[in-house]
């Protein structure tokens, strides 16, 4: 079946611009999940939903970052005002409910020059 | 959160068995052993994971320490398409505690 995918696979963007980046989960998990992988190293979490609602954004590093669910499936995390160190890729993953194995889509390469 | 410690990187030869070494001396009672690897361009795949036993799927084979405190992922048979980075993780399965909190892994390089 259809994996989680995630669109555009690259974004290069100016530096102050906003940027949107969209995830398309597994057909009927209900848990969905971004991390953010600079170079080198591993994911780091940011932000999950349960449903349509964020049940923990503590990975979320400041206000200019922003992420909705609004009907429980896609998710559109929001960047304003990017910054050169938010270059990174963006990844997504879903799982078919909480704690249950989650899968990773291909990531989203975001360049802030 | 306990943490992992795995070597930087490794190298096997195709077609050889390769271990991949974890230890997690702080590791609690309820904490799960999880295995990702992530392909270059991709994001991380699930391997596999357990508590106490060793456990076997068509991937790998987990052997787990009797005192939990190091585990290895074991792959039978390498093939170049095992070139990947392996993260081990703990993952404690409470509310609140669903993120993956991923180290730097190993880098496992396969030698034709």
């Known amino acids: 079946g259809a994996g989680v995918s995630q669109t555009p696979s690259n974004k290069v963007t100016e530096k102050g611009k906003y940027v949107e980046l969209r995830c398309d989960p597994i057909?009927?998990?209900?848990?969905l999940y971004w991390y953010r992988q600079s170079l080198g190293q591993g994911p780091e979490f940011l932000i999950y939903f349960q449903g349509t609602g964020a049940a923990d954004d503590s990975g979320l590093p400041n206000d200019r970052f922003f992420a909705v669910r609004p009907e429980g499936s896609v998710s559109t995390l929001k960047i304003q005002r990017t910054e050169r160190g938010d270059s990174a890729v963006y990844l997504c993953a879903s799982s078919l409910s909480l704690a249950d194995t989650q899968y990773f889509g291909p990531g989203t390469r975001l360049t802030v020059l | 959160d306990a943490k992992t410690t795995q070597p930087n990187s490794m190298e096997s030869n195709e077609e050889e068995p390769v271990h991949l070494p974890c230890n997690h001396s702080?590791?609690?009672?309820?904490?799960?052993i999880h295995w990702y690897r992530q392909l270059p361009s991709q994001g991380p795949e699930y391997v596999i994971h357990g508590l106490t036993s060793n456990v076997n799927n068509r991937m790998a084979s987990l052997a787990i320490a009797e005192d939990r405190k190091s585990s290895t992922l074991i792959l039978h048979r390498a093939t170049l398409r095992d070139a990947a980075v392996y993260y081990c993780i703990l993952r404690l399965y409470n509310f609140g505690n669903e993120k993956l909190t991923f180290g730097t892994g190993t880098r496992l390089t396969i030698i034709p």
């Open positions: 702080t590791i609690s009672g309820t904490d799960y």
């Open positions: 057909s009927g998990h209900t848990a």
